[in-house]
């Protein structure tokens, strides 16, 4: 099981690159382990890269790594991360996936970070297991694998499954994995090495509170976005959200003129467009299923809505996809 000391020191992980990986999500996983061998005075730990075709591999923000190896080398390891980044939902290498069930068949502990979880789940070795991975792809991750049970924690660990939502959560998976073979203590001064001012367990939220999100601290107002972000499929209308937050609908209506600049309806649309962006771009849903799934009552109704605001219809979105429109953190709903 990921997490149990290993039976020879030091203990040797493989990491699995996959092409456009997460850096920090990657460096964030690899630098615990280099810490924990300077703090400890020995080699408790030792990693060793692979790509799927062992030649030198490109991060997502462009630096080249040069692996040991190819894919087929990392079933001689105990533990294997996979570690993905952009559009690892797209991902679809069959040696990858035949590799990866090999070495799990050989007893290999196997997790992944960030998106990776989609790729595990393609080479059907999350069935029967909890996992987790980026709030950005939770939606459409569930949409696309409904018979697995995924959650919103920073991480997952199940039996010889972990899953980590990626960024710094895979610094707080390493000093958790860290703490538990070889105590808190080092744990500990490993994570304030790095000036980490508390080590997260995976029940620590992956997304910043609403407040630091948004730069706003009235708690009324917050009360009622999260009522919107609570019912995206199935939006509230403006009464229901108001009395939720003990509010009459034009102290509602002035309180985010206010703050955030717009109506609670645009406010409300502009969060369930950005659903459905991520909706559209992640899975292979029909564009009614993605307007259903994100309260618009037709098809033509959300392409006017999806027009109007990203410039384009939904249809040439997933042609010709581009960046996100300037805006606050918050109207990007998890």
Known sequence: MFGDLSVKLPQEIAF???????????????????????????????????????????????ILLTPEGAVEQIGNYDTII?????????????????????????????????????ILAKA??????????????????AENFPEIETTSELFEID???????????????????????????LAAAVSEQFIHERIRDRHDHQR???????GVRHPKLIQVIQQMEANLEEPLDRAELAEAAGL?????ERLFAKYLHRSPARYYVELRLHRARLLLLQTNMSVIDVALACGFVSASHFSKCYRDFFGKTPRRERATPTPLPRMPLASVAA
Not at 27 to 43: C, F, I, Q
Not at 127 to 133: D, F, L
Not at 208 to 214: E, F, I, N, S, V
């Open 82 to 118: 996979l570690c993905s980044g952009v559009n690892g939902h797209l991902y679809d290498d069959k040696n990858v996936f035949a590799q990866l069930r090999r070495a799990d068949r050989q007893g290999s502990d196997i997790g992944a970070l960030c998106t990776g979880a989609h």
């Open 16 to 62: 699995l690159l996959v092409p456009n990986f997460s850096m920090i999500a990657f460096t964030s996983a690899v630098e615990p382990l280099r810490l924990a061998n300077r703090v400890a005075g020995k080699e408790l730990y030792s990693w060793h890269l692979f790509s799927p075709d062992g030649k030198p591999i490109n991060a997502s923000n462009g």
């Open 248 to 252: 009459s609908s034009r102290q509602m």
């Open 159 to 185: 039996r010889n499954r972990f899953t980590c939502s990626g960024g710094t959560a895979a610094l707080d998976m390493m000093l958790n994995l860290i703490s538990q073979q070889h105590g808190h203590e």
């Open 208 to 214: 910043m509170a609403l407040t630091a999100r948004l």
């Open 124 to 141: 059907n070795l999350l069935n029967g297991y909890r996992c987790t991975i980026h709030w950005e792809n939770l939606a459409s991750f």
